[in-house]
Nanobody, 120 residues
Framework: QVQLVESGGGLVQAGGSLRLSCAAS????????MGWYRRAPGKQRELVAA???????NYADSVKGRFTISRDNAKNTVYLQMNRLMPRDTAAYHC??????????????WGQGTLVTVSP
């Protein structure tokens, strides 16, 4: 069984920082892209940041300069360092991974989510 487990969410004051982690576990041949998405109540899900196997990155305009995505391939883990957090960053953050299984089947997996709440 393959799964993603996120951690690091919580309550933080505006201007503070959080570091989210997402670890993929199970039988995995390789992981291509990994990313973080967020969804606030009443709003559409949006891509926050993504990183490819070659470590190319993409960021939402709203987080550029504040958030940094990185990955540790040996640990099958992706991180999201969030600095200068704002109340509008409040959302459920979900990790996503596009991976290849040992059978060479491609699979997209979502984590259960971790809640980030930024107080004014």
């Amino acid at each position: 069984q393959v799964q993603l487990v996120e951690s690091g969410g919580g309550l933080v004051q505006a201007g503070g920082s959080l570091r989210l982690s997402c670890a993929a576990s199970g039988s995995i041949f390789s992981i291509n892209s990994m990313g973080w998405y967020r969804r606030a109540p009443g709003k559409q899900r949006e891509l926050v940041a993504a990183i490819t196997s070659s470590e190319s990155t993409n960021y939402a305009d709203s987080v550029k300069g504040r958030f940094t995505i990185s990955r540790d391939n040996a640990k099958n883990t992706v991180y999201l360092q969030m600095n200068r957090l704002m109340p509008r960053d409040t959302a459920a953050y979900h990790c996503n991974a596009d991976m290849t299984l040992p059978s060479y089947r491609n699979l997209e997996v979502w984590g259960q989510g971790t809640l980030v709440t930024v107080s004014p």
